[in-house]
């Protein structure tokens, strides 16, 4: 991490603006003193000012408020669909790697699974059970799991034929406890880098599932769901749409950015590399 600091200075900016996203967002209800449901028809379209800092919508509703309570809810999708992937994925990766009966049907499955288009899948399996927290979770997360799992599958498949594992394994230590104690702390690094790409991608996915009407309800405020809203004025309002998508674009980029830094500070291949 002190590698990633100190020649990576991008991946830090990325990481300070991603911190300083998601403080905003977890203050919002102290810093943000306008409900972002309430709605003043008299207001509808004002363009940004003192009174209003990013304007109004179509039904007078304070776009600032509805960005700031929109990110909270955004990021808070994408922290869930990490530790859903992330454990599921690993849990299958492991499994594979691990075992060559189970290996042949979970990849398969995997294999069928992102066969798929993320999006279709997502758009089917709400559209199924309905729009919730849970579901669009879920829906989210299906995609990515194989992504998840065929990278740990790798790294179980390529330490498993170290020297220290099959001295282990020859010794009768149980699977299990080889899997724990050698084979899933050398699979840490490249899970952390990939947790920041579905980060990303599940706050991107969350915001096209609301602009496509399949996600939250309208009342909802999501980076989807207020770019939905806002298309039918855009030509009239452009502040509408202006402020939900610049930081939409800011936070997939901080995150990105900065899984790329993880990626440089902690794989070995990268690790002589400096960024200015």
């Known amino acids: ?56 919508d179509a039904l007078g509703r304070d776009v600032y408020a509805r960005v700031a309570y929109g990110s909270r809810m955004s990021l808070a999708i994408g922290a869930l669909v990490v530790l859903v992937t992330i454990c599921l994925g690993t849990l299958t990766g492991l499994a594979a790697g691990a075992s060559r009966m189970l290996d042949g049907i979970l990849m398969r499955i995997m294999d069928g699974v992102m066969a798929i288009p993320g999006i279709l899948l997502a758009v089917a399996l709400v559209s199924l059970v309905g729009a919730s927290l849970a579901s669009v979770v879920v829906a989210i997360s299906v995609p990515e799991i194989p992504r998840v799992a065929r990278l740990v599958r790798s790294v179980v498949l390529s330490v498993r034929e170290e020297p220290y594992v099959e001295a282990a394994v020859g010794l009768g230590v149980p699977r ?32 096209v599932l609301g602009f496509l009407g399949v996600g939250f309800s309208p009342e909802v405020p999501t980076f989807g769901n207020i770019l939905a809203e806002a298309r039918p004025v855009f030509q009239r309002a452009p502040w509408t749409t202006v402020a939900p998508g610049l930081l939409l674009a800011a936070t997939v980029l901080a995150v990105n950015v900065f899984g790329d830094g993880l990626r440089d500070s902690l794989d070995p291949k990268f690790a002589g590399r400096s960024h200015d």
């Open 1 to 56: 991490m002190k590698t990633l600091l100190r020649q990576n200075r991008l991946a830090f900016l990325g990481g300070c603006v991603l911190l300083l996203l998601v403080a905003a967002s977890l203050a919002a209800p102290w810093i943000v003193h306008a409900d972002p449901s309430f709605m003043q028809p008299r207001m509808r379209l004002k363009p940004p000012g003192a009174d209003f800092l990013f304007g109004t």
């Open 176 to 207: 299990y406890k080889v899997v724990w104690r050698h084979i899933l702390p050398n699979c840490i690094a490249p899970l952390i880098v990939q947790a920041s790409y579905v980060f990303a991608a599940a706050i991107l996915l969350e915001a």
